[in-house]
């Protein structure tokens, strides 16, 4: 049983546009959520996170919203480029427990 | 953040043989994680291996079959012991700096596929 889903296994948009990714989670009690950038033969890297307490956190490029009423997270990146081509995975946190979810294959068109 | 490197970044394994796989960290840190994503899936977490004590297993993960060693706050190995393609993965070491435990960082992984 999935706690953390990301529903769309790949997405692609244009050079410049906006790439909206999308998370649910199903245990409330989760209190921190993270977003992780991974490229191929790489480990994944650390993006952007939000506390439960939040509903909004921007860094730079990437913005990262919290409906927890949906259970619903999301991540923005505005204009996206080519070099933001990689998987991203949502993850959730309740105390020392991290849950992935399956990840979301971006591909940004020159 | 910190940097991790593993060996070997991929090997090929025959069925039945065991392979240790290396993680070390350039700061010294208290908790190390051991992931596993096998092909199409999410990242898995094994085990935590704490410096100084026996690691903790998550649930489907024994210790028989994946044994950890954690002798110092730099480094560990997981062992993938008595090997079948189904343990056929990525698999990735992680930890964190102090005051950033949700920010784990991750090292580049070591891809095994067993024959």
């Known amino acids: 049983d999935q706690q953390v889903k990301q529903n769309s296994p790949s997405l692609s948009v244009q050079e410049g546009r906006i790439s909206i990714l999308n998370c649910d989670y199903t245990n409330s009690m989760f209190d921190y959520f993270l977003w992780y950038k991974k490229y191929p033969a790489e480990g994944p890297t650390f993006l952007i996170s939000?506390?439960?307490?939040?509903d909004k956190n921007e860094d730079g490029r990437f913005t990262v919203f919290l409906n927890k009423s949906a259970k619903h997270l999301s991540l923005h990146i505005v204009p996206s480029q080519p070099g933001d081509s990689a998987v991203y995975f949502c993850?959730?946190?309740?105390?020392?427990?991290?849950?992935f979810g399956p990840g979301t294959s971006l591909s940004v068109i020159p | 953040s910190a940097v991790i490197s593993q060996k070997p970044s991929r090997d090929i394994c025959q069925r039945g043989t065991s392979l240790t796989i290396q993680c070390q960290v350039d700061?010294?840190?208290?908790?190390m994680f051991w992931y596993r994503q096998q092909p199409g899936q999410s990242l898995t977490l094994i085990a935590t291996a704490n410096q100084g004590s026996e690691a903790t297993y998550e649930s489907g993960f024994v210790i028989d079959k994946f044994p950890i060693s954690r002798p110092n706050l730099t480094f560990s190995t997981l062992t993938v012991s008595n090997m079948s393609p189904e343990d056929s993965s990525i698999y990735l070491c992680s930890s964190y700096l102090a005051g950033g435990y949700n920010e784990q960082f991750f090292g580049p992984g070591t891809r095994l596929t067993v024959l």
């Open positions: 993850a959730a946190s309740e105390g020392d427990k991290v849950i």
């Open positions: 939000i506390s439960s307490i939040k």
């Open positions: 700061s010294q840190v208290t908790m």
